[in-house]
Each structure stands twice: as structure tokens, then as C-alpha cells.
């Protein structure tokens, strides 16, 4: 590999078409140069979820359009592509399969190599994409839609995982309980946002596996407590969940988002304290929500901990998380782009399965 070159990266696993590129020079981190998203959520609204097919077809119909945004705001063109990266799991198998297929037509058509990443290495790098990069070591707490884990990360690819979710990912719970108190799709945002107006106090949720003495996580019970609580008052009111008052609602988002974020925050802790390390990493969807930042902010001001935070939109899906991690592997030499385009794409890929060394 030169010593400066470009790398392109798509991410198409889920619902949102992601294409960017960075510029490697040497050894210094990576520059992302441009990034373009689209993002489906307004045509999945519909359906209240992701409809897998609608995903691929979708992502089809952006991925090229992006990819010409993403060069024409870099003032490059395809000739000054390098390495092209993609997606390659986990995630949807038909829209993995669509940056998959476009990345390596692409590289062939241009001669040049492909590199098929982990979705989960992109969201644990993409703090370094941030104006305040971490260093290694550190703790990295990823909570996306899908996956609940703490590891322990002492370089590109040096990831042991400390604890997961031993069913739904902290997302999930986020969107579950959002869509029963009938405030749509993707629950996230629209749950955290509603929060705000509400008092965390107001029902005693639970805290799973919050003293179990190992970093593991569950959401699935909490989601069935929300259930529960948001029936009951729906019967004594007399009124379908969603007919609630907006206060009731606002005090229920409140209790959930909490119980969500005091888990995460103890055992981020925990986990820090296991590890004995300094610097804790958040990344992933839920890293955007304000009440976790707001709470593991102060928590490890306390304790003399350093936070990293993607910036506020890499947080959730993005080409730019794909090509940084893809540049930063190919800098430290550890996994080798290649020029075979035959492509397999891993829905279920766990991220302890990627290899360390070429
Ligand atoms: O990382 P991501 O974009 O996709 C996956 O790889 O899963 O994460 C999406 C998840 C969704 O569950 C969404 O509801 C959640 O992140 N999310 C949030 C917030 N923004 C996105 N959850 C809580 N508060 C937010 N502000
Ligand atoms: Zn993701």
C-alpha cells in the first residue's frame, strides 16, 4: 500500500445508505474528506419498522447518486480511489448484499482492492472521527438497535469482550417501549425527546441484571414492565395506551429512558473498574441519547475517566464510520484489502470472530 492514499467506504446494512471517503497519509489518523447519507426511516414510518426488501431495493437506488455526492464534495474522482470498502455484516442480508455487490463491481471496474468490514469495528472506531479522538486502551460501551456489549479495545482488532445483552440490545428497548407507548419508528429519538418533559421518578421500573456481578445486560424484562405499567393506567383511564395524557406518557418515556440509562452507566462503571482503565468510548445509536451523555459525563468526571462520543450524526448509521475503520485496519496492516471481488456477506457475524492479524 502507498503511504497516501483514498479509501471509499459504503454502509448499507440496515436502513440507512451511507457512502464516504478518507484520506490516509502515513501513520496520522485518517481524514474523512466527504460523507453522504440517505436515510430511510420516513419510508419505513409506514410499516412501523424495517421491511428488509424495501431496504434493498432503496439502498439500490442510492448507493451510486451518493457515491458521485460524496466524490463531487471531495473535488475527487473514481481515478483517486484507492481501496473501496463495504459493509459486510452483520445486518440485513439483501441490503448488506447491495453495498457488497456495488463495492466490488466497483473495485473491479477500477482494478483496485476491496476490504469487507465489521459494522460494530465501524461504530467502535467512529470516535475517532470526532474532534476529541480517544487512544487506546480503552472501554468501549456500543449500544446500537442490535447490540448491547462493553469490550475491552487495545488497538484495531484487539477487542475482548466483557459483557452483552443476553437478549434485546439497549436500542431495542429504546424502540419497543417507545412503539407501545405509540410514539412510532425508530423509538429512540422520539422516546428521549418526549422524556424530557417527564419526571424519571414517577414509576419504579426495573433495573435488570444490575447486581448480577458481571457485565452482562438484559432489556427484554423492562420492556414487558413498561408494557405492563403503560396497560394498567390504561385501564383505570379507561383508554387505549396512546389516549394517555401526554404527561402520563411523558412520565412513563421518563422512568423507561432512565432505568435504560442507569443500567448502562453502572455497568460501564463496573466495567472500568475491571479493566482498571481511564478512558471510557460510547458508540452507536444510543451513544446520541443527551440523558446517557448527560449521566456517564458526570459519573466519570468523578472518577478522572475521559468520555469519547462519535460526533452527534456518526453516531448512528455511516459510510464514514465504514471507510475510517477500513483505513485505520489497512494502516495497522493487520487485515490486507484484496483484489478478489467473489463477495459473501455476514448477516450474523460476531465481532469477537474478526481476525486479528492478515
Ligand atoms: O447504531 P444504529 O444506527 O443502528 C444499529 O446498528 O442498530 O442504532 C440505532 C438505534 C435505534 O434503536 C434507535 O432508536 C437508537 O439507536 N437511538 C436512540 C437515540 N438515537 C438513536 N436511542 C435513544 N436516544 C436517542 N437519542
Ligand atoms: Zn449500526
Redesign the pocket.
Known sequence: MAKDYCVLGIES??D?TGVALVQVQGEALPLLLADALYSQIEMHQAYGGVVPELASRDHIRRVLPLTEQVLAASGRTLADVDVVAFTRGPGLAGALLVGAGVACALAAALGKPVLGMH?LEG?LLSPFLSADPPEFPFVALLV????TQLMRVDGVGRYELLGETIDDAA??A??KSAKLLGLGY????A??KLAEQGDPSEFKLPRPLLKSGNLDFSFAGLKTAVMVQAKKLALVAGVAVEALPVQVLADLAASTQAAIVEVLVKKSLAALSQTDLKRLVVA???G???SLRAQLNAACAQRGVRVHYPELHL???NGAMIAMAAAMRLQSGQQAATHVYAFDVRPRWPLADLPVAS
Not at 425508530?186 to 429519538?189: E, F, R
Open positions: 446494512s440496515c440507512e459494522h461504530h446500537s438497535g442490535g447490540h436500542g431495542e429504546f424502540d425508530p423509538g429512540g429519538p422516546l428521549s452507536g445509536g444510543v446520541a441519547n443527551r453516531c448512528t448509521d
